[in-house]
T-cell receptor
């Protein structure tokens, strides 16, 4: 596709359930980021991938959060045993190099934990 | 750790006036400072960026200035229009490996 694609666009889940959020970056982009945006708030860094490895996962809020990337392409963010405070928009961005170039964002996945 | 602070959090101007948003960063190794605009229900989109070897950059009604010594950079929008209303985010300060964003500025341009 022409841009960064995220799925699903919306997800409602019950507290305690696991969820998987998917990001398809722009083809050829080596760097991939995940951010969390709570309602009316800024972009909270979660994790960054360079290729398939994650040199910086310092933003993951707890061990319930994990992410992986395969084939230097698709990335999945998994939240286990979801809590209400996990409700937010999860944004993925990709860029062709680490830093120094434009990061293109997807439309985000709006997660609601009820 | 790395930190980017952004001010003001909200800004209200009359159409035609100028708007200025300011950011400071903590990591002296930072060399890339983009500005993003986010409209309701959409992902952020890059509007302008500046690198550490440049002090100012302009693109039509938008300009960005960078002061590396003071570790701050600013976004200037002139002749504001209602369609400029959005949330603006600065980023940088994270060194070469990641982008750290400011908390955002909600700009409202009133006709």
């Amino acid at each position: 596709g022409a841009g960064v694609s995220q799925s699903p666009s919306n997800k409602v889940t019950e507290k305690g359930k696991d969820v998987e959020l998917r990001c398809d970056p722009i083809s050829g982009h080596t760097a991939l980021y995940w951010y969390r945006q709570r309602l009316g708030q800024g972009l909270e860094f979660l994790i960054y991938f360079q290729g398939n490895s994650a040199p910086d996962k310092s933003g993951l809020p707890s061990d319930r959060f994990s992410a992986e990337r395969t084939g230097e392409s698709v990335s999945t963010l998994t939240i286990q045993r979801t809590q209400q405070e996990d409700s937010a928009v999860y944004l993925c961005a990709s860029c062709s190099l680490t830093g120094g170039t434009e990061a293109f964002f997807g439309q985000g996945t709006r997660l609601t934990v009820v | 750790g790395e930190n980017v602070e952004q001010h003001p959090s909200t800004l209200s101007v009359q159409e035609g006036d100028s708007a200025v948003i300011k950011c400071t960063y903590s990591d002296s190794a930072s060399n890339y400072f983009p500005w993003y605009k986010q409209e309701l229900g959409k992902g952020p989109q890059l509007i302008i960026d500046i690198r550490s070897n440049v002090g100012e950059k302009k693109d039509q009604r938008i300009a960005v200035t960078l002061n590396k010594t003071a570790k701050h950079f600013s976004l200037h929008i002139t002749e504001t229009q209602p369609e400029d209303s959005a949330v603006y985010f600065c980023a940088g300060g994270g060194g070469y490996n990641k982008l750290i964003f400011g908390a955002g500025t909600r700009l409202a341009v009133h006709p």
